[in-house]
């Protein structure tokens, strides 16, 4: 039986390494990386997938996506240095 999973993956910039970092809010420990975006969406699609099959093969629920709702917030700080 074959079923398609949809879920928001997150791609930050990787200040130190360079390239992206990749995560699945949905999917708890799943975090990758790439050079470009594309290999970091390849990545995190075959992470995704391990994750996945590795529930799968354990017997234990498969996550659904949360219905995330992404929002960017601005946050004012004075600092003392």
């Known amino acids: 039986m074959s079923k398609t999973f949809t879920y928001t993956v997150v791609l930050e910039r990787d200040q130190d390494a360079g ?12 975090v990758t990386e790439g050079d470009t975006i594309e290999e970091t ?3 995190a699609r075959d992470a995704i997938r ?3 099959e590795s529930l799968d093969l354990d017997g ?6 949360r219905d995330p709702v992404v929002s960017p917030i601005t946050v004012h ?5």
């Open 19 to 30: 390239g992206f970092v990749a995560t699945c809010p949905a999917l708890p420990g799943v």
């Open 41 to 43: 969406l390849d990545m």
């Open 50 to 52: 391990g994750y996945l």
């Open 60 to 65: 234990l629920p498969i996550p659904e996506e």
């Open 77 to 81: 700080l004075t600092t003392t240095v």
